[in-house]
C-alpha cells in the first residue's frame, strides 16, 4: 500500500490549530446596521416580513443606536418613512422629516457612532420611483438636482457617509460638489454603484413603503445577468469620486464582490439585503436550520469574497454571538 505523505487535515486537527490558520475572520467591526425611522414617539413595531427588525421613532431609534454602539458595531445607515410624499419627494430633504431629526439625535447621543444615510427618492415619491419622472420614464439629469438637495440636508443633520442608492448616472459627481460647495469636504461617499433590480428587495420594499405604484426598477437598476457592466458602474464611481464601493445583493452576488475586490484598491462594501435576511428568518422559525451556524458562515462568506463592510439586519446578532465565541 502507498505511504500517504500529504495530509491537509493536520491543519484542521484542533480548533485552536483551526484558529491559527484561518485565513479569514468576521469581525463586529466590518458590520453596518440599517434602521427604519418613522414619526411619532414611543413607537416601535416589528416589521412583520424582517422579524425583530422594527419601524422607530427617533427616540427609539437613539436607543436602538446605543445599543448598538455597546455592542462595538462602528455605523447604522439610516432610512426613514417620511410624514408626506408627493411626485418629486421633497420630504426627502426636508429637515424636520424622520430621517434628518433621527440622524441628528443619533448623532448627539452617540457621536461615534458613524451614521450612513441612503440617499434616494424612492421613500418619499407618491409613485414609489427613484428620481423625478417625466412621463413613465425617470429623467436621470432633474433627479441628481434632487439628490443633491437630499445627500447636502443629512450631512447638514450630521451624516458622516452619503450612500446614494437610486442608480442614476452621475450622481456621485453631483452629490460630491454639492457636499464640497456646502462645506462638507470631509463627508464620504458610499456609493450603491454595483446595484441589481433584484427580487431580494421585496421585504425592505413594504418595510419602507417604497414598491414602485407602476412598472419595476429595471430602467435604471442592473440586469442580473451583467457582470461587465459591473465594473463600468465602479470606474465611473469611482471617476466621479466615490470613496467606498458597494455590491448589492450579496449572497447572489459574490462573485462581482470578488472581481471588484481584484480590481480595485477601494474598500469594498456588500449589503445582505432583507430578502436575504427574511429567507433566513424564515428557515430558522421553522427549525430548518441553525440561525447562528447559518448567519456567521453567510456573513464569513462575504468577507471572504471580498468585503471590507457588511451592511446586514443580522448585525446584532452576530455582533452578540461573535462575543459568545470570544472573537
Ligand atoms: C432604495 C433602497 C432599496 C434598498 C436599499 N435602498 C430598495 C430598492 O431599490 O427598491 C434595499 C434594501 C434591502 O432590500 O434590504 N432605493
Ligand atoms: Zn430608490
Given at each position: ?22 485565513e479569514t475572520q ?274 464569513t462568506?462575504?468577507k471572504r ?23
Open positions: 500500500m502507498m505511504e500517504q505523505k500529504l495530509r491537509p487535515r493536520r491543519m484542521r486537527i484542533s480548533e485552536n490549530m483551526r484558529a491559527m490558520v484561518r468576521l469581525s463586529v467591526k466590518d458590520f453596518v446596521y440599517p434602521i427604519f425611522v418613522v414619526a411619532g414617539t414611543n413607537v416601535k413595531e416589528e416589521i412583520p416580513s424582517m422579524p425583530n427588525c422594527y419601524h422607530l421613532s427617533v427616540d427609539k431609534a437613539v436607543d436602538q443606536a446605543k445599543e448598538i454602539a455597546e455592542l462595538g458595531i462602528p455605523a447604522v445607515e439610516v432610512f426613514g418613512l417620511p410624514e408626506y410624499k408627493d411626485e418629486i419627494g421633497s420630504s426627502a430633504w426636508d429637515m424636520n422629516s424622520p430621517v434628518q431629526r433621527a440622524i441628528k439625535a443619533i448623532k448627539e447621543a452617540v457621536p461615534q457612532l458613524m451614521i450612513v444615510g441612503d440617499v434616494c427618492l424612492c421613500q418619499y415619491t407618491t409613485h414609489g420611483h427613484c428620481g423625478q419622472l417625466c412621463g413613465h420614464y425617470v429623467d436621470n439629469d432633474k433627479t441628481l438636482a434632487l439628490l443633491q438637495k437630499v445627500a447636502v440636508s443629512q450631512a447638514q443633520a450630521g451624516a458622516d457617509i452619503i450612500a446614494p442608492s437610486d442608480m442614476m448616472d452621475g450622481r456621485v459627481a453631483a452629490i460630491r460638489e454639492a457636499l464640497d460647495e456646502n462645506g462638507f469636504t470631509n463627508v464620504s461617499i458610499m456609493s450603491y454603484a454595483v446595484k441589481y433590480a433584484s427580487g431580494y428587495y421585496g421585504p425592505f420594499r413594504d418595510a419602507a413603503d417604497s414598491a414602485p405604484q407602476f412598472g419595476d426598477r429595471k430602467a435604471y437598476q442592473m440586469d442580473p445577468a451583467n457582470s461587465r457592466e459591473a465594473m463600468k458602474e465602479v470606474e465611473l464611481d469611482l471617476a466621479e469620486g466615490a470613496d467606498i464601493i458597494m455590491v448589492k445583493p450579496a449572497l447572489a452576488y459574490l462573485d462581482i464582490v470578488h472581481q471588484v475586490r481584484e480590481k480595485i484598491n477601494h474598500p469594498v462594501a456588500v449589503y445582505n439585503v432583507s430578502g436575504e435576511y427574511a429567507m433566513v428568518k424564515a428557515a430558522a422559525a421553522n427549525g430548518w436550520i441553525d440561525e447562528k451556524r447559518i448567519v456567521l458562515e453567510t456573513l462568506s462575504m469574497a471580498g468585503a471590507d463592510i457588511i451592511i446586514t439586519y443580522h448585525a446584532i446578532d452576530a455582533a452578540k454571538w461573535l462575543r459568545e465565541e470570544n472573537l
